[in-house]
């Protein structure tokens, strides 16, 4: 542990705080525990019952056994939320309503997959303008998201403080262009969306109504204010302490050839491999672990990520002009791999969001119609989107009559749950020297770089009924 003031404190007058750093191995004596035992040689467990800053209910254990880390989990102990077995028998307009009460914080990435899936059975392809609207949609999730992620659940563990309240009262500015950040985005979900949680508007074939070029134009001086706090965002996080952590996993990603892939696109992986979503399944295999109502997941039978830092690194290239500048000027390269820095790519995408939200509403015609015609037929579909926290899939069986007969729901933390682990376990491993509560506390930042959505993750359990 080091004890070290933030490097904006010569303007800002902050106090100082306490930051966890990864340091190379130490050629002096480990210091003794209390028991004379060096502290890395110990047996000792880590629990931490409900992880704080993260959506939904998750704990933490961490078993070290004679100085070897035996065993890292994130237990995610949400009960199973069934959602795929209660679309079943629902007619096929309706999975976009009701995935979107899956999450508050990203509902339009469930909306947005769900609709991409069925409009692939029913054989539509939205009008140009219709597109641009459902990804103007979008890009105002990932700005609110992002937002409220960077400012209120991650930056605290950077400056060193509990949480965003306390934050506030030394760091009151930053606080409130977070804030700022995330009513432009729900602005906009409010505007096109019909209300910025749970969105009412979004239909399968487009939306029941679309909002007037004056409507979106009215939004435009608060998302030019917004990317101002944007571009301060990344230029203040540039100057945190980041420890280092190379992560070795296989990533994944939405990838498009003419943008930033948000609201569909192709798999894409850091091995090479590319396929369209309706071939996810045949590289993406779920399995069930003991200590999760989540199911973990493999790519091709190997431990894969991804989120912001596959985004960026696998997109880097889609990146607008401004957006890959603040990139630079923050210290990223065209690769980004180290999961302490995932809120400087977070920042990033915020600039490009709100330049993108921009740009789409300078452009916007109001479509000639609000939906394209879906009618129901019997038929598979097959939908990706990039939610902030990564890569979500659907898939639809749907009859003749337009009901559902079968789904599946892939969300990204469930995906990410063994990088997590992998990552709790090589941090661990790294810094034994650190007493329990300091190293409980660097497992539970390590967690959050991740920015978990836990209620999205806990996905379904396998119960065996034994009758006498």
């Given at each position: 542990m080091s004890v070290r003031c933030c490097r904006s404190c010569a303007s800002t007058g902050c106090r100082p705080t306490t930051s966890t750093v990864f340091s190379p191995p130490s050629p002096r004596p480990r210091p003794p525990s209390p028991n004379g035992i060096a502290m890395s040689h110990r047996s000792r467990q880590l629990r931490v019952s409900s992880l704080a800053r993260v959506e939904g209910e998750g704990a933490l254990r961490v078993v070290i056994d004679d100085g070897v880390v035996a065993r890292a989990e994130l237990n995610i102990y949400e009960p199973p939320r069934f959602f795929e077995a209660f679309l079943r028998g629902r007619g096929y307009t309706e999975p976009p309503d009701i995935t979107a009460r899956i999450c508050?914080?990203?509902?339009?990435?469930?909306?947005?997959?769900?609709?991409?899936?069925?409009?692939?059975?029913?054989?539509?392809?939205?009008?140009?303008?219709?597109?641009?609207?459902?990804?103007?949609?979008?890009?105002?999730?990932?700005?609110?998201?992002?937002?409220?992620?960077?400012?209120?659940?991650?930056?605290?563990?950077?400056?060193?403080?509990?949480?965003?309240?306390?934050?506030?009262?030394?760091?009151?500015?930053?606080?409130?262009?977070?804030?700022?950040?995330?009513?432009?985005?729900?602005?906009?979900?409010?505007?096109?969306?019909?209300?910025?949680?749970?969105?009412?508007?979004?239909?399968v074939g487009g939306f029941y109504s679309t909002p007037g070029r004056v409507d979106l134009a009215l939004l435009a001086e608060q998302l030019r204010r917004a990317l101002d706090y944007a571009i301060h965002t990344v230029q203040w996080?540039?100057?945190?302490?980041?420890?280092?952590?190379?992560?070795?996993?296989?990533?994944?990603?939405?990838?498009?050839?003419?943008?930033?892939?948000?609201?569909?696109g192709i798999v894409h992986t850091s091995t090479g491999l590319s396929f369209p979503p309706e071939e996810f399944a045949a590289h993406v295999v779920e399995r069930q672990v003991p200590h999760s109502t989540a199911l973990h997941a493999e790519l091709d039978g190997r431990r894969y990520l991804t989120g912001p830092l596959a985004r960026y690194t696998l997109n880097y290239e889609q990146l607008s002009p401004l957006a890959k500048e603040m990139a630079a000027q923050a210290g990223l390269g065209t690769v980004c791999r180290n999961p302490f820095r995932s809120i400087l790519v977070r920042a990033v995408e915020v600039v490009y969001a709100v330049e993108e939200a921009l740009r789409i509403i300078d452009d916007y015609e109001m479509p000639a119609r609000p939906a394209v015609p879906a009618e129901a037929r019997a038929g598979i579909g097959h939908g990706v989107t990039e939610a902030p926290r990564g890569l979500l899939y659907h898939r639809y069986q749907v009859d003749a009559d337009g009901i559902v007969r079968a789904a599946n729901i892939v969300p990204p933390t469930s995906q990410n749950q063994a990088a997590i682990e992998d990552d709790l376990r090589r941090v661990v491993a790294a810094n034994l020297d650190l007493d329990d509560a300091a190293l409980t506390a660097l497992c539970e930042r390590t967690i959050r770089n991740y920015d978990p959505c836990i209620s999205c993750s806990a996905h379904f359990l396998e119960l065996e009924v034994v009758g006498r």
């Amino acid at each position: 542990m080091s004890v070290r003031c933030c490097r904006s404190c010569a303007s800002t007058g902050c106090r100082p705080t306490t930051s966890t750093v990864f340091s190379p191995p130490s050629p002096r004596p480990r210091p003794p525990s209390p028991n004379g035992i060096a502290m890395s040689h110990r047996s000792r467990q880590l629990r931490v019952s409900s992880l704080a800053r993260v959506e939904g209910e998750g704990a933490l254990r961490v078993v070290i056994d004679d100085g070897v880390v035996a065993r890292a989990e994130l237990n995610i102990y949400e009960p199973p939320r069934f959602f795929e077995a209660f679309l079943r028998g629902r007619g096929y307009t309706e999975p976009p309503d009701i995935t979107a009460r899956i999450c508050g914080i990203c509902p339009v990435a469930y909306q947005t997959s769900a609709c991409n899936a069925l409009e692939q059975i029913c054989g539509v392809e939205l009008d140009p303008p219709l597109l641009a609207l459902r990804r103007l949609l979008y890009c105002g999730e990932w700005i609110s998201s992002h937002a409220l992620h960077i400012h209120l659940l991650h930056i605290p563990d950077f400056l060193g403080y509990p949480d965003a309240i306390t934050l506030a009262a030394d760091h009151r500015d930053l606080v409130e262009q977070g804030l700022a950040l995330k009513k432009a985005g729900n602005a906009l979900l409010e505007l096109i969306g019909g209300r910025p949680i749970h969105p009412i508007n979004v239909r399968v074939g487009g939306f029941y109504s679309t909002p007037g070029r004056v409507d979106l134009a009215l939004l435009a001086e608060q998302l030019r204010r917004a990317l101002d706090y944007a571009i301060h965002t990344v230029q203040w996080a540039a100057g945190f302490d980041y420890p280092d952590l190379e992560l070795d996993h296989d990533l994944l990603a939405a990838t498009a050839p003419d943008r930033y892939a948000i609201e569909n696109g192709i798999v894409h992986t850091s091995t090479g491999l590319s396929f369209p979503p309706e071939e996810f399944a045949a590289h993406v295999v779920e399995r069930q672990v003991p200590h999760s109502t989540a199911l973990h997941a493999e790519l091709d039978g190997r431990r894969y990520l991804t989120g912001p830092l596959a985004r960026y690194t696998l997109n880097y290239e889609q990146l607008s002009p401004l957006a890959k500048e603040m990139a630079a000027q923050a210290g990223l390269g065209t690769v980004c791999r180290n999961p302490f820095r995932s809120i400087l790519v977070r920042a990033v995408e915020v600039v490009y969001a709100v330049e993108e939200a921009l740009r789409i509403i300078d452009d916007y015609e109001m479509p000639a119609r609000p939906a394209v015609p879906a009618e129901a037929r019997a038929g598979i579909g097959h939908g990706v989107t990039e939610a902030p926290r990564g890569l979500l899939y659907h898939r639809y069986q749907v009859d003749a009559d337009g009901i559902v007969r079968a789904a599946n729901i892939v969300p990204p933390t469930s995906q990410n749950q063994a990088a997590i682990e992998d990552d709790l376990r090589r941090v661990v491993a790294a810094n034994l020297d650190l007493d329990d509560a300091a190293l409980t506390a660097l497992c539970e930042r390590t967690i959050r770089n991740y920015d978990p959505c836990i209620s999205c993750s806990a996905h379904f359990l396998e119960l065996e009924v034994v009758g006498r």
